[in-house]
């Protein structure tokens, strides 16, 4: 993972022996991707696993036997004498497949009180063994590409992400503030003043993904590399902070409609949004509710748990705007020395629209389903997130949410036009 | 409990060594009946606790927190020295006292992984110890009541049969159909002719709860005692069933609006109603999902799981009407030898709205809100069914439930009007 | 009519003229009835014939329309050669009537620009024109009876009533605060300290309609006469007051749960009540907005647009309870003299479910839709309104409407229960 | 308007006569502009300006009254003396305009009964002999500019394309199927073999509106004019036709979630589209509604009434995409010959999201308002459609919608990529 960040804490527990996906043999990649699914459920409770919290979040256990899932159907299920063993998760597994076949419904993955977990530890044993065979097989490229085994893993990384905030979602809703983990600090050192990376001239540059530079996987939303105009401009070279977001707060950003989109505005008034998510004012000032339970908001920290809407507002309060996703990415590129928190901090909300590259062409099959179709009414976001697992974010990555979202760990990176 | 059903299967299992409410000492008393709800939650995996699979459904967990709550609220805080061991279970466990405190909002108790079922059991049993000890005082009588005991005991039977219903329901969602217990079959011993009970004249009869015949304890609401007018009518010695509903659906019955009250009709037309609750139509014919799994509709059982606004279209259908609560009460009373299937089958709906008898008044207190609040929009059923704890019914007990309600265990009696 | 109250102001305009169904010739009732429609229009634009400020309100020109189409679906059509000329109005102006062929969805009648006012009028006059030969030919009977006349008349006179309530809403959601009436003035005369009227005994009595004492006509509902058991009680002889009722709202009587249903409690939560429906609180106190415009409110006045949950709950605090429809019927029939507001007042909410009466049967047919399948859900109300038609009302009339409803013109009579 | 197709029927009776906002003078301008508003008027009843059929359309009495208002607003309050004769309507026809106060909320409007549409055109009437004296003033420029006065025209330009929209929403949920003008024939000429405009090789290619060749007056949108890099690709030179889109409803479009973006098929789903808005599958095959009534679908008239979502997936189906705006701008300005249907014919969805241009600046105050705080969520249109003034579109204008939209006259060119 490209970080400079120091991370400690949290990240160190969930990170230790992390893959890196680009060295390890194709089995080493397997197993340790997997085992880190498992390390992040070490300090659940059987019911932890169950509760879907809202329709956007997934049960634990959904997360684990959705990623098996996964192998069985675009791996596994090539061999040509290969059985599952439970029919019947095709089904409850498959999250948005159409071309696999039958989904059980998103929002209803909380009605489930079986397979026990019990019974999805064991699936993934199940998988898991007959990967390993597959893997240690000669002709196991004639039988699945590195490229859909790397699409696995990384999707099965995305999987490991999304549990913690779903996890955090889960905690959340509880008055009893369960703790996941006290070694869970999701803060960041102190930050200095702001400076800001100028590109004081019109460009072309080519971005999107390269695989001499960039390693060995993309997504298929990275591709294909094209030239790409930048406007002059310059952009932060840190994230917002919490203590800068709460002078928003304080000044009434969210009670003047001007500095909101108008769709923004209407989220605001509706959901009644007072600060980011998560925030709680109490007697003894603002606190935050993390994945260490309920903490005193650090003013040095990046604020996290804001919206698109929000970003943008706050961005229009600073007089500034957030970068498109090429500006974030050239300066990366460019200036990847000054741009310390670009990585394994917050997703940063870029002002670009999701939308395929030119002459962008989703794969044949299931797996094209895997990003074209969500190219709609979405933002892209840049970077990656202390919930990132190690190795998985890289400087051409897309992550991508719609602009009311909140319960990912996403912040706020300024930039501004230049003359 | 007054019922000469031979019962067997799942009853044997879920009533062997229930509670006599009237003869046993109170501390034994208590005890049989916290054991038995123990005994509900045996075949359970721990994720079955935890599901909430519609509003008016409780997670099984919760169900045994609260009826805990209830006891611990109710007489161990009349204890001046009592300190609840965990405080903050006053509020997520209390369901609709409003004079006791802040409540969890009921549609939300899915959300809830914490405390664990484990720490529920660990609850139950120190609130079980202190009970214990307390009934053992001497002066047991100035501290709680002889009527609040029975309130707390008959208020954790009415969770045992919910509980079941509940957790029918859960399973009812989950594509794997699972099996509560094999041995929990919910049909009945083969049924004869209809035959008529008449009551040919005018007559004013006593009715209500009357301590010197009918035992120990009632709810509020089948109080005062008072004289109600019965016009000339015959009641059905017996329940409709499955084949006699099967007929009601072939001649088109819910395709038919003349049958159905206009707030039915709504309810058929937008809810896409066609069979009663857990019916399914496949290619081997009916069948139906039951704690035994699913299983082919058995045309002698006595139909299950229809709303007040089925059983009201079928009577119609049938050239009859629903007996009043008064009918029913009187007929059972006088004619309990005909009446075979009065009790441990199906909660029988009646035409009655749920209302107050003549001089109700709600006790004062927190125990005040247990019935009368809920006296509007409601049916009143009389009997009771196959997942009522023993010793629970008695003649003059009013259910009672909202007219599209199903699923619960509740069936249909016919009644007619005489010249 | 059979109210004694000093009618005045809104009431002589809306009234002189107006028919008695009782003793004139059926041409001339039938003339009267379908004028009083026109008067009521008087003061309309064309526009605001046309809105449906919510699902429950129906524009006034469908109100105009439904009533003729009813006259010609019901009599007309009896005649061999009789050609709508308009049979499209045939789907767009039944109501409810499942047997008379498809209905244009209630909550989108306000969508319909067309048929014009104009073209409204026109197909009253053209139906009235086709009626009032029907109603001089020597063979009408043979044709249509006086029963079925008698109804299409009662049946306008409540869509009279509903034109005036639903008015009054539209106008409510009107910034601009437009009146209908200048000369509107629904306050009644000063009242003086209530009065018990005392029915110390249990007794038997006869209730419903009676040919012979209450005259030519009645809706199904008012039927068999029937015995009724009433127990000891007292009703008041007069209507509850504004000033009463600013009492309960002032002594917090909706921010307490105690005084009301559960049902209740909700609604006041969820539609966020703190006084009757049109009540708005200004820096110069109470108004209320009213046919006449906003006017201050009337602490003499008997409140109005309350809902049962709100009549019972002040009930509670009163530490009274409602009168049963019985209570209610009697009362007025032994003691009219007293009960001077019984009629021309407020519609007046009892304990009642609206339940059939012993042995009703609705009629066979299209007429059998009128009353028996609302008979479910809702609270019966007695007397009648200032907005009431005279002639319509009745002792035994029985008007129904659900508990959370108040844009009718409502009120509360209070009773008690005696030793 | 910059359009070469052969207009007839309806498009003569509604643009005859229009303005030509760059030629005339300023009064003349405004005048005919107004003027044209009451031509669209003249089929209309008075009950046809009060429906609103959906949260989406506004009654034709508040376009009126909302346009009035923007002058009056902007135009005669700079005026020292003016005072509004109705300061209510301040409140009642804002649409949006935070900075200027309150509004009355938008899905409310059609329940407005007063003020009548005769008073509405009082207003318009009050407004326009206003506006008249203050054009007329030789120090005009310093109270109001050229450039407000321009957006006042064109924003009511805009507001008559809505107008014929809404009324054929508002008509079309009237079984009576109303006829706003037989005249209105919206089919266009037969097409004749698709033939596609190439552009080769990269380029890049100055967008957005330029003053010197494109006339005097753009929205905030148009701007700032600067450079966009293009792909190769080709672009159709006419509009998909109905008959070309039957043939992917006669394919199974609308049942294969292959050819849809994933919020299109969960709309598909919820919507239960199975074509076109406004076309009828009857037994004398497909009709559509239109302003003319019911015609038999044109297969040789270019589809319409399609959302994005559904241009997007006849496009994959096609094989091809959907031109990007600046494509499509290209496209126009250099082949303007045969782009012959770019205008006066269906607004075309592009693949662009609408975002703002590089260095976009809102304009300060209200008219800020206008365009910016919608950049969200919706998705770019070029072109013009029948129901637009003449004279109103341009090159470079940008018109926007949601995915979802399907109200409005919009169509569906295509595109494809080159190598």
Redesign the interface.
């Known amino acids: 993972m490209e970080t400079g960040a120091d991370l400690d804490g949290f990240e160190r527990v969930l990170r230790r022996g992390n893959v890196s996906l680009v060295s390890d043999s194709m089995l080493d990649a397997y197993r340790r991707v997997r085992e880190h699914s498992r390390k992040i459920c070490a300090p659940l409770?059987?019911?932890?696993?169950?509760?879907q919290?809202m329709p956007d979040v997934s049960p634990t256990r959904w997360h684990l036997a959705h990623t098996t899932w996964f192998f069985e159907t675009f791996c596994l299920k090539n061999l040509p004498d290969y059985e599952p063993e439970q029919p019947?998760f095709e089904?409850?597994f498959n999250s948005?497949y159409?071309?696999v076949g039958e989904q059980?419904p998103r929002d209803?993955r909380?009605?489930?009180?079986?397979?026990?977990?019990a019974e999805v530890w064991r699936y993934r044993d199940q998988v898991d063994e007959a990967m390993f065979e597959l893997l240690a097989r000669s002709d196991r490229d004639s039988i699945v590409t590195d490229e859909v085994l790397r699409t696995g893993m990384n999707h099965e990384q995305q999987h490991q992400e999304l549990m913690l905030t779903d996890l955090l979602h889960?905690?959340s809703?509880?008055?009893?503030h369960?703790v996941y983990c006290d070694d869970a600090v999701t803060d960041c050192d102190p930050v200095e003043e702001v400076r800001w990376i100028e590109s004081p001239v019109?460009r072309?540059e080519p971005v999107g993904f390269d695989e001499s530079s960039h390693g060995l996987f993309c997504f298929d939303n990275e591709l294909p590399r094209?030239?790409?105009?930048l406007?002059p401009h310059a952009i932060a070279n840190r994230l917002v902070t919490n203590g800068e977001y709460l002078e928003f707060i304080e000044d009434g950003g969210y009670d003047d409609?001007?500095y909101?989109?108008?769709?923004?505005?209407a989220t605001v008034q509706s959901e009644g949004w007072r600060a980011p998510m998560y925030w709680h004012l109490g007697e003894e000032g603002w606190h935050q509710f993390t994945l260490a339970g309920l903490r005193p908001v650090d003013e040095k920290a990046p604020v996290c748990h804001v919206s698109?809407?929000e970003a943008d507002a706050f961005a229009r309060w600073s007089g500034c705007r957030l970068p498109t996703e090429f500006e974030w990415e050239i300066a990366v590129r460019d200036s990847r020395e000054s741009m310390i928190d670009a990585f394994g901090t917050r997703w940063q909300w870029t002002?670009s629209?999701y939308?395929p590259y030119?002459?962008y062409a989703a794969p044949e099959g299931a797996i094209g389903e895997y990003n074209g179709?969500?190219?709609?009414?979405q933002k892209v976001l840049r970077g990656s997130s202390v919930a990132t697992p190690e190795g998985h974010a890289r400087l051409t990555y897309r992550n991508f949410f719609p602009?009311s979202m909140r319960w990912q760990f996403c912040g706020i990176r300024l930039a501004t036009?230049l003359e």
Chains 1, 2, 3, 4 share one sequence.
Do not use: Q
Request: proline share 10%; glycine share 4%; with cysteine.
């Open positions: 409770e059987t019911e932890d696993y169950v509760i919290s019947a089904v409850l948005y159409n071309s059980f209803r909380g009605l489930l009180s079986r397979p026990t977990v889960v905690f809703c509880n008055p009893l369960p019109e072309i094209h030239r790409a105009l406007s409609p001007s909101w989109l108008s769709a923004g505005w698109y809407f002002a629209d939308a030119p002459k179709k969500f190219m709609c009414g602009p036009d």
